[in-house]
């Protein structure tokens, strides 16, 4: 394989940015790598389109079985591919999850960064060509926040197992860049959503749910604090600002943020209202889903981004909203359709 040739290394492919940033990149004629852990069903669903085109594309689309924990597949996987750029997207991403799982959050999502920088580190020194490296660094890493809103400059103050992680990994990153010159950049980005979002996270969670309340599939909704405020944006507007920044020739840190906050209650009213229906009449409390320590309040400043990489997102608020929408009252369609045809539709339940 040619050193010059564009070859991607995207760590968390199957998640819900990875399968945005692969389709980006393929379509900016890279040869992407993907990599995939090994679990007893197959979990690729949000990038099964992408290998269905797969044989009328230039240039292909290969995923690897390797793990985040296991360090050593990872150093062998780098001399194999030999990327020209390495986005580290897998972790594990619940910030609620991360309060029961702490050191499995911390083995992947923090130690699991240091593995990889640690594969790239020895093959750059082997081969002698620099490999950039994209970290997915996180809002979650401000926590109890302690400027209003949150830039480059804001000291983090973490408020979960996995705003502690992610903040290692942040933080190993940049030691990488000083120590050995590594050309590593994170993306702090904030929260962003999409109709592939997983199920769990929020948003997905109302916009899902409204969707079977509307077809008379579920009955109520139970959430957790809806006073908490995010930054919400489209992942697929995200994924560009990724790539952008292993397009600079100096790496960097930039915020990525759509530089507004709505409340979880604010979600839920437009996604209802959407519907013709009052949210508060489906929504109910429930206590499991409040957290140890909670982030009240996310809003980003991406000036910077804006300024140096001419970046800005091109979804907004009402039109995610819409977006997610219209996308779960399809899903909850096709469910109402195998309902009424007598087949179970695998929901999982939440
Ligand atoms: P996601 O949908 O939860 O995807 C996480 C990915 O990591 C999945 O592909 C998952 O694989 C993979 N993964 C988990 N554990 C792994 C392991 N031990 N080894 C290898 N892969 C593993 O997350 P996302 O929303 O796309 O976010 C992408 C990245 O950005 C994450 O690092 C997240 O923490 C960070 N981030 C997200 C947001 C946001 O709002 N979405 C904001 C800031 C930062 P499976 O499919 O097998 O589970
Ligand atoms: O929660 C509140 C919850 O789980 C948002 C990850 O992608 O973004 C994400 O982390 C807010 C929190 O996202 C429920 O308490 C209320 O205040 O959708 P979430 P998150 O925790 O902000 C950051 C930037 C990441 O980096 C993470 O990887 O909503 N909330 N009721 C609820 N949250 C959930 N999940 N479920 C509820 O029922």
Redesign the pocket.
Known sequence: MSINAKRALV?????????YLAEFLLDRGYEVHG???R?STF?TQRIEHLYRDIHEMERPLVLHH????DGNGLARLIREIRPTEVY???????VRVSFDQPAYTAD??AV?TLRLLEAIRDFQDAVGYQIRFYQ?????MYGKVLETPQSESTPFYPRSP?GVA?LYAHWITINYRESYGIHGSCG??????SP???ET?VTRKITRAAARIKLGLQKKLYLGNLDAKRDWGF?GDYVEAMWLMLQQDEPDDYVISTDETHSVREFSEKVFGRLGLNYSDFIEIDPRYFRPAEVELLLGNSQKARKKLAWQPRVSFDGLVDLMVDSDLALARKEQVLLAAGHETGLPNR
Not at 188 to 193: P, V, Y
């Open positions: 760590t968390g492919i199957t998640g819900q940015d990875g399968s990599l995939v852990r679990s979990g390797g793990d985040m924990a580290n997207l897998a972790a594990q991403s619940h992947v999502t699991g997915a660094s996180s809002s979650e996995y992610k702090i980005l904030f929260n962003h959503e592939r979002r997983g996270f992942a």
